[in-house]
């Protein structure tokens, strides 16, 4: 089954004084990206962490935060007192820069992010503790629902996909049966070449073989449809296996897209010329919607 890269997974637990909620989600990348946002004193969490989230996804730029409360009434802020001496100094020089002196007030400062926390102190949680231990089976059943939400997503991209195959091997039929006239169209035009060139005294019978060699090739797209078949075979093969194959798909998609050039840049009619748009056009839908496989 697909398997979009986008997603979101969240669970949560707590005990008799904490409580805590893991939030994962995932958006398209070109290769796996993860950003991890941890409290104070998590640390130890971080490695087992980020080894779960690559042992169950390929692709994708992550975003995951951890957040712990204290449910106990009692619980205490922690000041940076480093952080609030720096920031009311900088605010003091502001002021008088601006012609205010005082009028930064302490509340301002202690509303600024980092001055404050009611986080778990450093090193009060690591992976071998009962907590961490807890706090990690909540990150196994984040990264289930978050699989479970990219699945549902990749099911809706391979209707898609699927459908835009289907057009795209309906276009490529209908082409074989105008390929099948080019030939005819070309005799014609290849009549009326002959006859204004046997009009040049100069003109030898090697130059028209030449000619004639040059307007049949330009004609025959037999070559670009099979490849085409196949290339489509090939899409819906890879929709329908496992695993991650959206890479495979973006590089097939650019194959379809040469041959559909090619056989636009040979066609000897205005019938070819629209198969060729018509081509580009489901091959361009094609790439849009592989770019969010996994």
């Known amino acids: 089954m697909l398997s979009s890269m986008t997603g979101f997974g969240s669970a949560g637990g707590e005990t008799d004084n904490t409580s805590w909620q893991f939030e994962i989600k995932s958006v398209n990348g070109r ?28 692709r994708g730029n992550m975003q995951a935060s951890l957040q712990i409360s204290d449910k106990r009434q009692s619980q205490s802020l922690s ?30 400062l202690f509303a600024l992010r ?36 990219r699945q549902r997503e990749g099911q809706s991209l391979h209707d898609v996909l699927t459908r835009v195959i289907s057009d795209m091997e309906a276009v490529v039929s209908e082409a074989k049966g105008t390929a099948d006239l080019q030939p005819s169209m ?3 035009r290849l009549s009326e070449k002959v006859n204004s060139l046997l009009q040049d005294s100069r003109l030898s019978e090697d130059r028209l073989e030449q000619e004639v060699a040059i307007l049949v090739t330009k004609a025959d797209v037999t070559e670009e449809l099979d490849r085409l078949d196949a290339h489509l075979k090939d899409g819906t093969r890879l929709i329908n296996s496992k695993g991650p194959v959206g890479r495979k ?14 056989m636009g840049s040979k066609s000897a009619s205005l019938e070819m010329t629209r198969h060729s748009l018509s081509l580009k056009t489901l091959i361009d839908q094609f790439k849009e919607q592989a770019a969010n496989v996994e």
Do not use: W, Y
């Open 31 to 58: 290769g796996l990206d993860v950003r991890l946002h941890l409290p104070n004193g998590c640390e130890g969490l971080e490695a087992p962490i980020r080894n779960a989230i690559k042992s169950s996804f390929g």
């Open 249 to 262: 798909l973006d590089f097939l998609s650019q194959e379809l897209l040469r041959e559909a050039n090619t």
């Open 114 to 149: 980092g001055v404050l926390s009611g986080e778990k102190s450093a090193g009060e949680i690591s992976a071998e503790s009962d907590i961490g231990k807890a706090i990690f089976e909540t990150v196994q059943e984040s990264l289930s629902a978050l699989a479970e939400s």
């Open 79 to 108: 000041v940076n007192t480093q952080l609030l001496t720096s920031l009311a100094r900088r605010a003091r020089l502001q002021d008088r820069l601006t012609g205010n002196p005082g009028l930064t007030r302490a509340s301002d």
């Open 186 to 188: 070309i005799m014609s």
